[in-house]
């Protein structure tokens, strides 16, 4: 199992929006979810990914995603897809799985990183080189959004990794990262499950 978090600092908890774009960058959190789960073709199997959404009006709210063929993806509008299982939540007030493997609760970015459990790897331009550090079974990624960890989640987050881990000199969209990540793991011939698609 392959595990992301992503912090979003402004991206709506709510699903009052309609344009993505204006919902604080809700364009963004879809070419994470893309990059994550999307191939040529295929899907990623046995991946995980928890997005933390803490921009208004109800923050923060955990969207947390598990590779499921039943989840009804389209490329085209993975956004709406959000903002349906944000709606579901709203209906119920407590944790839904909103759509197959699309599940939403209200939880902090603190609490999700606490709760998960096994090698945990922070990624972040100052940390030790990818090259320098061994990934072990059911890694971990934190990675912050366009505009990064805020100061005091960083410092939370560097207490809890086991590593902190850099990609280079170059900074990267967060989306590109996931891709990094997953290729250095495909060629490791690490936790990899591909579905192809009919
Ligand atoms: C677009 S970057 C954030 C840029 C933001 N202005 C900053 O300085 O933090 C998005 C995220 O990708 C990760 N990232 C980007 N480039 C990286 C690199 N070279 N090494 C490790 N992590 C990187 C970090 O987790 C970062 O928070």
Not at 1 to 21: C, K, L, T
Not at 35 to 56: D, K, Q
Not at 168 to 183: A, E, N, P, R, W
């Amino acid at each position: 199992m392959r595990r992301f978090i992503v912090f979003f600092n402004e991206a709506r908890s709510d699903p009052f929006w309609r344009d993505p774009m204006k919902a604080g960058r809700m364009d963004i959190v879809s070419n994470v979810i893309i990059h994550t789960f999307f191939l040529s073709n295929a899907m990623r199997g046995n991946v995980e990914l928890h997005l933390i959404l803490n921009g208004p009006r109800d923050p923060p709210k955990h969207i947390e995603m598990i590779s499921n063929p039943q989840t009804p993806f389209s490329k085209k509008d993975v956004a709406e897809l959000i903002r349906i299982a944000l709606w579901k939540y709203e209906k119920k007030k407590r944790k839904v799985e909103a759509l197959p493997g699309v599940f939403v609760e209200k939880k902090s970015f603190e609490e999700i990183v606490e709760e998960e459990e096994g090698p945990k790897y922070l990624l972040d331009r100052s940390g030790k080189s990818i090259w320098k550090v061994e990934i072990e079974e059911k890694p971990l990624f934190i990675l912050g959004d366009h505009i990064g960890l805020p100061k005091d989640k960083l410092r939370f987050a560097r207490k809890k990794c086991d590593e902190i881990v850099s990609l280079g000199s170059v900074t990267y969209f967060t989306s590109q990262c996931i891709v990094i990540l997953h290729f250095l793991m495909d060629n490791l011939g690490k936790d990899i499950e591909i579905w192809e698609r009919k």
